[in-house]
């Protein structure tokens, strides 16, 4: 679920963990925690939450029922007295999602985590909800356990946007190691590297931010996370004096979709 109104998904799924908490570009959370080159606006770097078979994808359907392999999944982890209860938490727990409706998610959310607590799509949603509503802790150990019970590497960026957000440095450059070990999409290698590029460069490390966030060729049709990485890495190039390659990047964005709401804020790259 993309939305080019922000360049990196966040804090709320569609905001971020940003201080100011502004749909920016795709990275500059210069607060609590995010993944761009926190420049004043912690949200244009948030990731945007992107999962394979994600019960993020599965909100969007408006048929207020779950699917199959989501029912499936309460039904085969927990015990069959607490499965419809569960099933309903859930149910309720996406439908407030999905109208953003952040804390109304989380409470059903956690409620559906007493009854089946090994569901994967559960933790997914809470871990979610809990950083729309830029509760960093919660959302962190929830996603993790996401991870550990899917095996998959899609919310690490959200992870590291949480670690940021705490200040755990250390937390932030090993969840960078364990993604380059594990592996995973090509969209969630964009968000990650957004998030941790932006890390880099606010905390004064511009070579090594570049060495993260360098684009390959710039395509002519880019993906959502592409075009995110794109403007990061516009602004560590211009960190690094490099403004021919700033403006090539945001030049490129600009053909590939010049509607983007946070394109302005790099108008003074083009200068």
Known sequence: MTDRSRPSGGRNPKRR?????????????????????????RDRDRPEQSSGRSAKKEIT??????????????????????????????????????DERFGKAAGALRRAKELAPRAATVREMLGLS????????????EL??????????????????????????DGIDKTWELFNELGGSREAEDEIRVVYASTLLE??????AWTVIKPGRLVADPSEGMLRRWAV????????????TAR???????DADPNIPWLSQYDDLLA
């Open 17 to 41: 963990p940003q201080g100011d908490g502004g749909r920016r570009g795709p990275s500059d959370r210069s607060g609590r925690g995010s993944s761009g080159p926190r420049q004043g606006g």
């Open 61 to 98: 359907t408006g048929t207020g029922q779950l699917p199959k392999w989501i029912r499936d999944e309460i039904l085969h982890s927990a015990p069959k007295e607490r499965r419809e209860a569960a099933i309903a938490e859930l149910e309720a727990g996406l439908a407030a999602y999905a």
């Open 130 to 141: 809990a950083y729309a509503l830029e509760q960093w802790q919660e959302a962190l150990r």
């Open 144 to 169: 993790r356990t996401y991870r550990r019970l899917t095996g998959t590497t899609d919310h690490m960026a959200v992870e590291m946007d949480c670690l940021r957000a705490l200040g755990k440095v």
């Open 203 to 208: 905390q004064g490390e511009r070579e090594r």
């Open 233 to 244: 890495a516009a602004r560590v190039a211009d960190a690094n004096k490099d403004r021919d």
């Open 248 to 254: 090539t990047l945001i030049l490129a964005i600009r």
